[in-house]
């Protein structure tokens, strides 16, 4: 598929634990994605990343993966799922398979075999050493090397203990992943999200656990092969400005695009857990460079905020109690009218802010638990549980709030299998609707322009901001002109503007030019010749 098309991609990411619930046991599933599929498309997105749903024993969500051409019992059958795709693509709506490479559950039948003796013949399916050989560090804390009894081995595991990392140099390991991803691509996928991708290349020798020498041959050999090659692919593996094209430029063969994250990491420490100074001119400056380094490179970008490893956007890099309405709005026209592809995590299409909890025991992920155990000993709980509300993955895996009902209508059950969100009643989806500031209906005509817009879709990209505190940019196609003003979280004087067609923003109907209130955005358009 020519590159361009993918710019009509809209992907809507769905974390299925936490979606929607159909069978009333308190966790979500396949039918109940299903059933929520003709809202997604009102939304007006037409791809889905579903985060994985094989079959796992949960250490860390489903992305340690038991079995890969199978469900999850949680999350239904191979059945529903089969229904849940064809019911999206009658709708127009592609599926992207989450794809973890790096590493199988330990529950995996390779690994149960691998670990039992030396001799096995899955044993060189993992990474094994006789002794700790360096000081490789998990990436949820801790050794990377775990002690195996059977074989008096280490094993590495680059995340959780439960996630060992396969032996990609073992060329039947690479057999059996392409033998995967042809078993989804037979069942009609249309594409993969590739998790931690650049992992799956060690250099023992430089001593990296990711970004190996043999990085680009194993991905071609998992996606450049002629019967897999139209699928589209998307690596979480950040690269900057000088290796972004060798992954992914169009000859590569290898991905269609990647995550890139400058924009999440900026005033970032070291831990993710310490809430990050981010400047909003910093974001605006990243997100330019980013335009024009894709526009240099001919590379698709991927556009996104949220996701489910990180707090929401608006909480960690916005205000979203005095302004959650307007910033929530203002960054969802800063972002997806920006040329590339847009990725919505479930829920950010109503505002949902991240919840606030008052103990340890109301969190589920590895990586917070982890972390925890880690620094109860060296900090006071107050400091602890605040690093925890801010920068825990469950921030973005609560259930979600659809509606006022029980469980906010995301089931029916006495108990969900995480606690509900702190923030629930006061912000969910049918309140949002009703809403005269609805940001349901902002998302709705942001993406209905994109649709509708060349210059947004295949425009060329131009930054006309003058100084700190809005970002202002036009994007150019033929005669089609559009202009995206955003304030950031001061007031601002705009001026030197074209006064085109105002049409939509988030509070008045106002010229592009005048006094801004904190995160007000408004798109103004060149009014066409006839
Ligand atoms: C990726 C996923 C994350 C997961 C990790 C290990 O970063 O996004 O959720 O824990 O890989 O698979
Ligand atoms: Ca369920």
Not at 20 to 48: E, H, Q, R
Not at 356 to 371: A, G, K, M, Q, R
Request: aromatic fraction near 14%; charged fraction near 30%.
């Amino acid at each position: 598929m020519p590159r361009r098309d993918y710019l009509d991609w809209i992907v809507y990411q769905i974390y299925p634990r936490s979606f929607c619930d159909g069978n009333g046991d308190g966790i979500g599933d396949l039918n109940g994605i299903t059933a929520k599929l003709d809202y997604l498309k009102m939304l007006g997105v037409n791809a889905v990343w579903l985060s994985p749903c094989y079959k796992s024993p949960n250490c860390d969500n489903g992305y340690d993966i038991s079995d890969y051409r199978d469900i999850m019992d949680e999350f239904g059958t191979l059945d529903d799922w089969k229904r849940m795709i064809s019911e999206m693509h009658a709708r127009g709506i592609k599926l992207i398979m989450d794809f973890v490479a790096n590493h199988t559950s330990s529950e995996h039948v390779w690994f149960k075999e691998a670990r039992s003796s030396r001799e096995n013949p899955f044993h060189d399916y993992y990474i094994w050493r006789d002794e700790i050989p360096n000081d490789w560090q998990s990436c949820f804390g801790g050794s990377a090397w775990e002690y195996n009894e059977e074989t008096e081995e280490y094993y590495l595991h680059s995340f959780a203990v439960g996630q060992p990392d396969l032996n990609w140099e073992n060329p039947k390991v690479r057999e059996e992943m392409c033998a995967v991803v042809d078993y989804w691509v037979g069942m009609g996928v249309d594409g993969f999200r590739c998790d931690v991708l650049n992992f799956i290349s060690k250099d023992f020798a430089k001593g990296k656990i990711c970004d190996g020498d043999r990085l680009h041959e194993y991905v071609k050999e998992l996606f450049g092969r002629e019967e897999v090659k139209h699928v589209f692919t998307v690596g979480e593996c950040s690269y900057g400005e000088n290796e972004i094209a060798d992954i992914c430029g169009e000859d590569r063969k290898e991905l269609t695009c990647i995550f890139q994250f400058d924009h999440f990491c900026i005033g970032k420490t070291e831990d993710k857990f310490v809430k990050a100074d981010l400047n909003l001119n910093d974001l605006r400056k990243t997100l330019v460079k980013w335009q024009n380094i894709c526009e240099r490179k001919n590379l698709l970008y991927t556009l996104f905020t949220d996701n489910h490893d990180n707090a929401h956007y608006i909480s960690r890099a916005g205000n979203d109690l005095q302004f959650r309405y307007e910033c929530a709005t203002a960054y969802c026209a800063m972002f997806y009218l920006l040329k590339g592809i847009p990725f919505i995590y479930q829920g950010q299409e109503w505002g949902t802010p991240d919840p606030h909890y008052p103990s340890i025991t109301d969190f589920c992920d590895v990586e917070t638990i982890n972390y925890y155990d880690a620094h109860k000993d060296k900090l006071s709980e107050e400091e602890l549980i605040g690093r925890i509300n801010f920068g825990s993955r469950d921030n973005t895996r609560r259930p979600l709030c659809w509606t006022n009902d029980k469980n906010y209508g995301f089931s029916s059950a006495e108990r969900t299998w995480s606690n509900l969100h702190t923030r629930g009643g006061e912000v969910n989806l049918e309140q949002d609707r009703e809403s005269e500031k609805s940001v349901f209906a902002f998302y709705q005509k942001t993406l209905a322009l994109r649709k509708e817009s060349e210059a947004i879709r295949f425009g060329s990209f131009e930054d006309c901001t003058e100084k700190d505190g809005y970002f202002a940019y036009k994007r150019v196609c033929g005669g089609d002109e559009i202009l995206v003003v955003v304030n950031f979280d001061g007031e601002s004087e705009i001026a030197g503007l074209p006064e085109w067609e105002y049409l939509f923003g988030n509070g008045q109907k106002r010229s592009a030019n005048g006094r801004y209130s904190p995160f007000e955005t408004a798109v103004y358009r060149k009014r066409r010749k006839i």
